[in-house]
């Protein structure tokens, strides 16, 4: 990755992409980097899109991400994640839960649903790594664990150890409610294991 690593976060409303990006950057923040983020909420009701961005190194001066310039797109929404594969550098990878959460202006019919988002970012040449998040946190027993099943994805893919984030994750949904500890634990082993083995084949 850059001396910056930048990392843009997309998907819809009430998936947890701003709690997800707030994670990052305190695991970012906790080993000394110089963070900056910024949020961008298409529509204030649950399902509208929205995108995070992140950026930490050394030192940030500004929290945009510029086309071609994301190392990493986590994408909690496949459609959203082929909408906003552009920002991704040329080397650069995408995360995508490839369960579906049609927004509100597809249902009303503003916008079409694209067929294969997934295989339309590779079609593109974007590298994708694609799983359905959604299905994994359903099976753990509560589909809000959606967040940190991609959380967990991510962290073998950031510049420091996977500890950090599991453990800044850990601290987040401790702190409010004891009893989801291990669930979080075992979500974000599970986004591990969902890509496991693809970072050292890449």
């Known amino acids: 990755m850059s001396k910056v690593t930048n990392i843009l976060v997309c998907g819809v409303g009430g998936q947890g992409v701003m709690t997800a990006t707030e994670i990052l950057a305190e695991a970012a923040i906790s080993l000394g980097f110089d963070v900056k983020k910024t949020e961008v909420a298409g529509m204030s ?10 950026r930490f190194g050394h030192e940030v001066l500004s929290p945009q991400i510029l086309p071609g310039e994301a190392d990493l797109l986590i994408g909690f929404e496949s459609a959203e994640a082929l909408r906003w594969g552009h ?7 995408a995360l995508v839960n490839s369960g579906r959460i049609v927004p509100p202006v597809v249902n009303i019919g503003l916008f079409d649903y694209p067929e294969e988002p997934v295989a339309q970012m590779r079609a593109l040449g974007l590298r994708v790594h694609d799983f359905d998040a959604t299905a994994l946190a359903v099976q753990l027993g509560n589909i809000r664990l959606g967040n ?6 991510s962290s073998d893919w950031l510049p420091f150890p996977a500890e950090v984030l599991r453990d800044a994750v850990l601290a987040r949904f401790g702190s409010r409610k004891p009893t989801l500890v291990d669930a979080n634990r075992e979500a974000f082993e599970a986004g591990r294991r969902a890509v496991a083995g693809e970072t050292l084949a890449a």
Do not use: E, I, K
């Not at 009701?45 to 992140?54: A, D, K, P």
């Not at 920002?87 to 990878?93: F, I």
């Open 45 to 54: 009701q649950r399902g509208g899109v929205v995108t995070s961005h992140l």
């Open 87 to 93: 920002m991704l550098r040329p080397d650069g990878v």
């Open 148 to 153: 940190t099943v991609m959380l967990g994805a």
